[in-house]
């Protein structure tokens, strides 16, 4: 009988108007990754621009777990708003690292640094 996949635990907060805190918890490959995609596609869909994804706590991560994550950064762009990574876990950062992803999608060591740099982006010029 084959193995369980590891659950991924995904949880929204709304710390200000237009900006989604996404914590995830949890490997992200082939089997959870679609729910992250889902989840985060639901945030812009109800108008949250901003999204703020707190990585922390993901141990792994493959090229579906990239995927959603470049997927969400396209999504939010079109919408006049921004992605921004939450303190990658150390394995997670050298796969965001080596694929070039952290070229397009910027990271924070802190959620208190990612909230205050997304509101300045949401914050109207």
Known sequence: MPAEPAPVSIDVTLP??????????GDLDVETAPELRHRLSEQVR??????????????????????ALLKAHEETRLAGGT???VSPAPAVRRVLDLTGVHLAIASSDSVDAALALAAEDATPR
Do not use: T, Y
């Open 16 to 25: 200000r108007e237009g900006i989604a805190l996404v914590i995830v918890e």
């Open 46 to 67: 109800a108008g949250r621009r901003h999204l703020l994804i707190d990585l922390a706590a993901v141990p792994f991560m493959d090229s579906s777990g990239i995927n």
């Open 83 to 85: 992605v921004r990574l």
